[in-house]
């Protein structure tokens, strides 16, 4: 197992899997990262912005997932945690914890708090969340982009 910086070569298969995981979550609709336009080149995407990166997880030579961190209200210091999808034969192996690890370690070197948004349906991924530390808002951040999502953590960063 392998975790690095994505690559442009990634951007097809991180999309893929990005798409069939909301789509077998029946989640392939507006409001989620689904129809996101910066989908189609996330290296570029992520490389375009200051203080921000995609990571990709690899087994056997293969991108199996990715995690991603990007400014979200920058005046207030706050990154957002973005992207957190694993194939299904890459789940129940601990790599989501090591992907939050490396995005976390990144962030806390630039920003005071991380934000992120998921269903409350997504149980696993929340548990994961809580387990990190992050603690549940009533409501999203002002600026949130993903209409459908209906559970905001945000997390502090010791200074």
Not at 61 to 87: M, R, T, W
């Amino acid at each position: 197992m392998i975790i690095r910086e994505m690559k442009k070569e990634d951007n097809v298969k991180v999309k893929e899997i990005i798409q069939d995981s909301l789509k077998s979550l029946g989640l392939a609709i507006p409001g989620t990262a689904y129809f996101d336009p910066q989908l189609n080149d996330l290296h570029q995407y992520y490389n375009n912005l200051k203080h921000a990166n995609y990571w990709v997880v690899e087994m056997e030579g293969e991108v199996v997932g990715g995690i991603g961190i990007a400014p979200f209200n920058e005046h207030d210091k706050v990154c957002e945690l973005q992207k957190l999808y694993l194939s299904p034969k890459a789940q129940g192996l601990g790599l989501s914890k090591k992907l939050m690890e490396t995005a976390l370690s990144f962030a806390s070197k630039h920003y005071e708090k991380c934000y992120l948004e998921t269903m409350h349906e997504l149980k696993t991924a929340c548990l994961l969340y809580e387990k990190f530390g992050f603690t549940l808002l009533h409501e999203p951040l002002p600026g949130s982009e993903h209409s459908t999502m209906d559970a905001w953590y945000i997390k502090a960063f010791q200074s």
